[in-house]
């Protein structure tokens, strides 16, 4: 099974995302849940990348602090 910090991992690699880039979380949330990802799973995801320090929420907004690439990290 996988969890909600994999699953957002794997969609921001989905969607290409590079360090430094902000985006939305309505681009993360809506693809999540219609994978089934509960809404509270996906924000206890949201805050462990950001103690991982792997991404940083501000408002609406996820700010992408390290690549998530799979060369770049191991999950």
Not at 47 to 66: E, M, S, T
Request: net charge negative.
């Amino acid at each position: 099974m996988v969890t909600a910090d994999q699953a957002i991992i794997a969609l921001l690699r989905d969607l290409a995302i590079e360090p430094a880039t902000d985006i939305s979380l309505y681009e993360v949330g809506p693809p999540l849940t219609a994978k089934g990802v509960a809404q509270d799973q996906i924000l206890q995801g949201l805050y462990f990348l950001q103690r991982q320090k792997i991404i940083d929420v501000a408002g609406n907004r996820l700010h992408l602090l390290k690549s998530v690439s799979p060369t770049a990290m191991s999950l």
